[in-house]
T-cell receptor, first 115, second 114 residues
Framework: AQSVTQLGSHVSVSEGALVLLRCNYS??????LFWYVQYPNQGLQLLLK??????LVKGINGFEAEFKKSETSFHLTKPSAHMSDAAEYFC?????????????FGTGTLLAVQP | DVKVTQSSRYLVKRTGEKVFLECVQD?????MFWYRQDPGLGLRLIYF???????EKGDIPEGYSVSREKKERFSLILESASTNQTSMYLC?????????????FGDGTRLSIL
């Protein structure tokens, strides 16, 4: 069965500092991987996804993630944090092929950005 | 842009009531999903549907049922609400073209059961 582990339920960075949010997955088949962001009192918004091809994926708001098969990781980074990046971030893996597109979510990382 | 609309942002109900949460999507997606979100637990799948009148249980279906009579609408039903069902409920939809398609989410319904 597939699973996702997000290391660090809370991460705090200073404005302008590097953001690194960790995600490791477990999958017996080539995975499809997603990062979502949730701002307070809102639903989840897709940041970026990896399906096939280039392992470095660029998303919205200056975020990017690198798929590393050997490390079973899909960490999310942003070179310089902005106050508006404060939100909760979820990593997810698609539960294999087929038409149902079920996603397995990690437990989330709450990012705080200090002025 | 895909729009997933949940009928209520905030809802307060009493123990034992039958509660209906409604979700509508405007992109003709085949798949629709209901999750509940609790602090420290992430998103847990309650039910999903891959076609009209079709449904499958997710990870935590107990105490819930669903209805999908039209392709664009997916309803979550709490048959007899209990306080442990106080939570944030999120609806999502996606097309049927394999696991590489992202899910699109509504803004959520924060449900309190008193």
């Amino acid at each position: 069965a597939q699973s996702v582990t997000q290391l660090g339920s809370h991460v705090s960075v200073s404005e302008g500092a590097l953001v690194l949010l960790r995600c490791n997955y477990s999958s017996s088949v080539p995975p499809y991987l997603f990062w979502y962001v949730q701002y307070p009192n809102q639903g989840l918004q897709l940041l970026l996804k990896y399906t096939t091809g280039a392992t470095l994926v660029k998303g919205i708001n200056g975020f990017e993630a690198e798929f590393k098969k050997s490390e079973t990781s899909f960490h999310l980074t942003k070179p310089s944090a902005h106050m508006s990046d404060a939100a909760e971030y979820f990593c997810a893996v698609s539960e294999g092929g087929g038409a149902t597109n079920k996603l397995i979510f990690g437990t989330g990382t709450l990012l705080a950005v200090q002025p | 842009d895909v729009k997933v609309t949940q009928s209520s942002r905030y809802l307060v109900k009493r123990t034992g009531e039958k509660v209906f949460l409604e979700c509508v999507q405007d992109m003709d997606h085949e798949n629709m999903f209901w999750y509940r979100q609790d602090p420290g637990l992430g998103l847990r799948l309650i039910y999903f549907s891959y076609d009209v009148k079709m449904k499958e249980k997710g990870d935590i279906p107990e105490g819930y049922s669903v209805s999908r009579e039209k392709k664009e609408r997916f309803s979550l039903i709490l048959e007899s609400a209990s306080t442990n069902q106080t939570s944030m409920y999120l609806c999502a939809s996606s097309p049927a073209q394999g696991g590489n398609q992202p899910q699109h989410f509504g803004d959520g319904t924060r449900l309190s059961i008193l």
